[in-house]
Every structure is written in structure tokens, then in C-alpha cells.
């Protein structure tokens, strides 16, 4: 047996990737067939009609793009802003920062609006920033990974409508745990990840955009700056004509189709109550230890959970003992947030009562070993209560 | 049982995907650990250091991107090549011609020199070029697969040394199958894909640059395009610090690690040498069958094989026989010399002494099939007597 067999079975409950179901190994280790099989180009199909249905989508351009959600995030950036274009980016977070940076190199006008990190956007001053620069884009993200905000999306919506804008959302964190309704909140581009609520490794990155911005993409005045990510070349592949472009990641395709025909076992609307009752458990369970939450109850995510580190306690050394101790994973926080929260990510299957029970009990026996004082136990006992 | 349990088992011998060995297979449908985790940070410098150990270099900058072999094409091209500057592309294929469109969406000065599709590049050609337009970057495809033609490299790299010009090859069907020797060879921008000779799944693509190449990147005019493939930000994951960028495909590496082991059990030298002997004894029994290469015997491919369609044949109702009836895959043409030829590979493990005698059986007896006319099994005897 080679060493790498020997790589642990962790518990997964960071910012992603989360634990992959052996359905969905299995599907990744199935033998290959080309990238132009008849049998390939089936499961392209079946897999862009999965993504329709979890996007809750009409839109002929819907596929998974062959990168990580920040290719997703490229993909959605570069296809449909080009140089000169006015664009407003909200900013409550690592990964808004992130598109704002992908705008500029995309040659765009990016202005910033900006929250705190742990807040959601200011739609106040979003409005402003879009009266004042008349934007072809605005964008934001749906669910920040970074703060653990769920930012509502129907304002900024409006306010794309005033403006005539395409509203880009980045939803790595929300699609498969969080209520998403691509078409009724008429998102023009959404992307996601496949390693969070669709519990499947790392690699592709679901995209979908309205016809809106299709027309925006058909009548750019330059070419895309990717050709990698190009959307008009991709539909060419990924469309009727089912010409080459890139060789597939054909074993993640295989992966995703069978993770979402899991979500859809599941169906999307149970699948969400179980992250919401799980998320409400373990807070219940962080408070019950005495500690807080980092984001107001009114916008915080079910998926991704912020707990503040408490006064006196050295982060990085819980998460070592979580992960050494307990081979559980729990996230650190992410620019400005860095050594001031642990990241909880309970995503897709994760999202379950043992994991609830697991995390807070293992927490407790860290902390106590930094001298942490609080009622034994008070964290499992708390959720388990929230859950009856 | 779902239904993508039934896919087919092909044989790949096409362009690519080949056949990925059960160890391969396994080692994808390993439980996850996250993209930080210290056993993951190990096994990226496991995959490093085979990395570095099969393109025969010591460079530091030595990756698997994360994407497929296109991305490794776009992140050599828009990292190394910016905005204003002179670029040779040698183009001889399909392949070439997509580097030239990348380097001119990356905002390059490109100056083609074009050969015939099935042909080396003419070496001449590109020396005059060099000297009117004073390149930053010569580049061009080390082994075509569109057309199965091996490009050899001293020549183009004495021009870039006349003009101090970075050398660019496009290695993707030539690692790990054909002779390679990056550093000594003074190669300074090198890309691969995981599908091909290595036996791996797509999703990867492996890249390394030379100081040379590191110190352009350093002292750039303007950012890199691409933050996805920025390697300078990649550098920061990759390098000592492992700081976040973005989620590696984690699978997808771990199945890399496997395959480059395997490759290095083999040894480079007894590999490439069976790649060798496997072309040998598929053309002695493709011209036993009076067909004929493409592809001049001094510049052929051993990794891929273009033969020309025999006048009279459906082309592509070969293909489909071949891969109805045999479960086999070959590849049709591509660009211009789609109709014309086709494409077998013997990439890795398909490069065997069985499968170059079934695709020589199968190819007669659908060639039959439409009246072709041919001494009945001198392919397939022509092939053995080659071997011994």
C-alpha cells in the first residue's frame, strides 16, 4: 500500500471542501470515456438539466465550468464585463473583494461599496453608488464564505432594474443549502462550487446566465480576455454543436451528476430546512458555551457559521487539537477576520445532529484546555434541545 | 443502480483521455482532507517534487494548475506574454493556433509562422521572423497532437538565445511518453495535461517556468491578466507560504500523485522506450494493411498517430463501428485535417503490444466492412513480427 492511502478521514466541517458521500467516490473513480463519446455527451446533458433544476433555471446557458468556483467567478467576470464598463461591486467580505479585483483586470470602472466584514451590504449606499456611475453590472455575493452573511438579494435587484444592469451573484456557499431562485429573483449570472452544499471534491464550478446577458456577451465590443473561460467558445462544446474545446474533466462530471441526483433525492426544499434546523442547533449549542456568534441572526448563513473566538483563547491551537485530537476540520477566519472567528461549516450532508453534537463537544474539550470556563456539556445539551 | 454505473468501458486510443490504470482510480475516490490541511500541504510537495522529477528540472515554479490542459496552455501564455510584446508562435497544427489566440488576447504583438498540418515547423521560417520582430517569447507545440507531428526543440531554442527571447513549448502529449528534458533543453515556460501520457483523469494541468521565465513575470508592466491563473498569486499557495488562493482540486491531485509514481516505477527511460517500440509496430501493421502515416517517419509521434484515410472511406462510420462494435475509441481529425485522418494514441499504459494489435484487427475488419480491400491479417501480423 502506497502513503497516500494513508491520508486520515477527516471530518470536514470548514468553509468547503465538505465530506464527499461514496456514492459520489464511486462515481469519480468510474473508468473514463472520451470527451466526445456519444455516452459523455449524454451525461454533459443530464448534468446541465441537473443544474437547471438546482438553480431553479430556464437558461439555455447553464453548465459547470472546469476550474474551482473562483474559475466560476473568472468565468462569470470576464464573459460578461468588458474594458470601460461601468460596474458596482459590493464588498462585505473576502471573495466580494476578490470580484472587484477580477473587474479591474477585466479592464472594467469598479466601484467599491463596502461593509464591514460580518455585515451585510448597505443597499442605501449601493443605490447611491449606482445612480452616481450608471453601472452595466452589479455584483455581490450571495452568501460570503469569509463572514458567514447571507445578503438578501431582491434590493439589489431593484436597484439593477432602475439602472438597467445584469446582477451577478456569487452563490459558492448558498446553492444546495440556501433558498435560490435564479430565475424569480432574476439573477443574470450566478455561479457556485461543487465542494460545499453539493458535497462533491473540488473542480467545477456551476454557472448559469439569462439571455439578458447572453445578448450582453453576443455584442461585447472586444473579445473575451480568457479563452479558456470564453462562454461563446464553451457553448459550442457544452450547446447543440458539441464541438471541442477543452477535454472535460470527465471523472468531476462524472462526480457532480451523481451529487446532485443526491440533492435531488434529497429535494431542495427539505434539504434546506435541514441546514436551517441544523444551523439553529448549533448556535444554540455556541451560546449555550457562553460564546457569540459573529453576524446578526437576521442575515447569518445556515451553511457557514462564525463563532467568535473568545477573549484569552488561542485560535490556531483549538483548531490544531480539533484536527489532530478529533480529525475535524474547522475553518480560520479570512482577511480582516483572521484570528477573530472559526469558520463551522455544516454543508450538504454535513449538515446532520451528529455533526452538530460532534463539533460543539469537541470545541468544549479544546477550549477547557486553554482554562475556558463553562458548564460541562451545556453546548450538546443545548442542541440537542433545539432539535426536539 | 443508477444509470452512470453503465457506462460503457472503452478503449481510449484516441487524442486523449487514455485509460486510467485502478490505482489511478482509487487514489481519486479517496476520502477528502481539506485544501489546507497538513496532509494535503504534504502531498502538494509530493506532487511537486514528481513533477519536477518528470519534467526533468529543478525549477522552483513547478505546478499542477487547476484545470485542464487549456488552462495550462492560458496560464503559460498570459502570465509570461503581456500587453505590447513581440511574440513568435510556431504554428503546425491546431494547437498552435490556439496559442496564438491566446497571446493575442492577452494583448501581444503575434507573429505566426505557419507550416502545412502534418509537418514540422520550418525552423528557418522562424529565425527570419525572430530577427525582424525581435521576440519576447518563442513559442510553439513540442508534440502536435492534432497532427502527430514531434517538433524538435534545440533549433527554436537557438533563436530565442540570438534574441534573448523566453522559449514556450507545448508539451502536453509529450510528457511522460517521448523524451523531455526541460532544463537541459533551456525550455523556460512548459505545460502538460493529466489525460494523456500520464494516465490520469482530466483537471490538471502540469506547468513549470525557469528563473528566466520567473524574473519576466516579477518585473511585468501590468498585472496578469487571469487571477485565476496568476502565478504569481499561485505562487504564494504553492510556494513556502501556503496561503489560500483558491480550493485545490484536491481528487484530482491525489490521482495525480498516484499516476506520477506509477510513471516513475516505470522509469522515464523504459517508458519512452516502449512508447517508441508500440509506434514502431503500429505503423509497420497500419502500412501492412496499405494505408499509409501521415507524418513523415522522422517526425512522428510515438504517443499519437495520425493515419491517412484511405480514399473511398466513411470516416467517421469507422469511428462509430469501432467504437459500437469494439468498444474503441479513435480520434477523427481535427482542423485541416478533419476527414482526413485518424488520430490513435498509445498513451502510458495503452501503449501495449495488445491494444496496438486490436485497434489493427478492428480497423480491418471495419475497413472491410466497406469494401477495403487488404491481405486479411497482415495488419495485425506485420505488428507482431515487428515486436520480436
Known amino acids: 500500500m502506497n502513503e497516500g492511502a494513508r491520508l486520515p478521514e477527516r471530518l470536514l466541517l470548514g468553509p468547503g471542501p465538505s465530506n ?10 468510474r473508468p473514463l470515456v472520451g470527451h466526445l463519446d456519444p455516452e459523455f455527451l449524454k451525461l454533459m446533458s443530464e448534468v446541465q438539466d441537473l443544474l437547471r433544476w438546482i438553480f431553479r433555471t430556464d437558461n439555455h446557458m447553464t453548465l459547470p465550468v472546469s476550474g474551482t468556483g473562483t474559475a466560476g467567478m473568472e468565468c462569470a467576470v470576464y464573459n460578461f464585463i468588458e474594458e470601460g464598463d461601468a460596474v458596482v461591486v459590493g464588498v462585505h467580505g473576502y471573495f466580494g473583494g ?15 461599496v463596502s461593509a ?20 452595466k453590472v452589479i455584483a455581490f455575493v450571495h452568501a460570503e464564505t469569509s463572514t458567514g452573511v447571507l445578503q438578501p438579494v431582491q434590493p439589489i435587484r431593484q436597484i439593477c432594474d432602475r439602472h438597467g444592469a ?29 465542494q460545499k452544499c453539493l458535497n462533491c471534491p473540488p473542480g467545477l464550478a456551476p454557472l448559469t446566465a439569462s439571455e439578458k446577458a447572453m445578448q450582453k456577451l453576443r455584442t461585447r465590443r472586444s473579445k473575451v480576455r480568457s479563452w479558456y473561460l470564453d462562454l461563446s467558445l464553451l457553448d459550442g462544446y ?9 477535454t472535460a474533466p470527465i471523472a468531476m462530471n462524472n462526480a457532480l451528476r451523481e451529487a446532485l441526483l443526491i440533492v435531488k433525492e434529497d429535494g431542495l426544499e427539505a434539504r434546506c430546512e435541514r441546514h436551517k434546523r441544523h444551523h439553529l442547533a448549533l448556535v444554540a449549542g455556541i451560546e449555550a458555551l457562553g460564546m457569540r456568534m459573529h453576524v446578526d441572526p437576521n442575515y447569518r ?23 489532530s485530537k478529533f480529525n475535524l476540520e474547522v475553518g480560520a477566519g479570512l482577511g480582516d477576520l483572521a484570528g477573530k472567528v472559526w469558520r463551522i461549516g455544516l454543508m450538504g450532508i454535513n449538515s446532520s445532529l451528529k455533526n452538530v453534537l460532534i463539533v460543539l463537544h469537541a470545541l468544549e474539550e479544546c477550549l477547557r484546555k ?19
Not at 476578490?98 to 467599491?112: D, K, N, P, W
Open 20 to 29: 464527499v458521500p461514496v456514492r459520489v467516490r464511486e462515481a469519480i473513480s
Open 98 to 112: 476578490r470580484i472587484a479585483e477580477m473587474a479591474r483586470r477585466a479592464g472594467a470602472e469598479v466601484t467599491v
Open 116 to 135: 464591514p466584514f460580518g455585515e451585510p451590504l448597505d443597499v442605501g449606499a449601493l443605490s447611491q453608488a449606482a445612480d452616481r456611475v450608471k453601472p
Open 166 to 194: 445584469l446582477l451577478l451573484a456569487d452563490c459558492v456557499t448558498s446553492l444546495g443549502g440556501h433558498p435560490l431562485e435564479v430565475d424569480e429573483w432574476e439573477i443574470d449570472i450566478c455561479y457556485s462550487g461543487t
Open 238 to 246: 457544452w450547446g447543440e454543436h458539441r464541438s471541442y474545446h477543452h
Open 301 to 323: 448563513l445556515w451553511t457557514l457559521n462564525t463563532v467568535q473566538v473568545p477573549p484569552g483563547i488561542d485560535e490556531a491551537a483549538v483548531r490544531a487539537r480539533l484536527l
Open 370 to 388: 486553554q482554562g475556558y470556563s463553562c458548564t460541562p456539556g451545556a453546548g450538546v445539551r443545548a442542541a440537542s434541545e433545539a432539535l426536539t
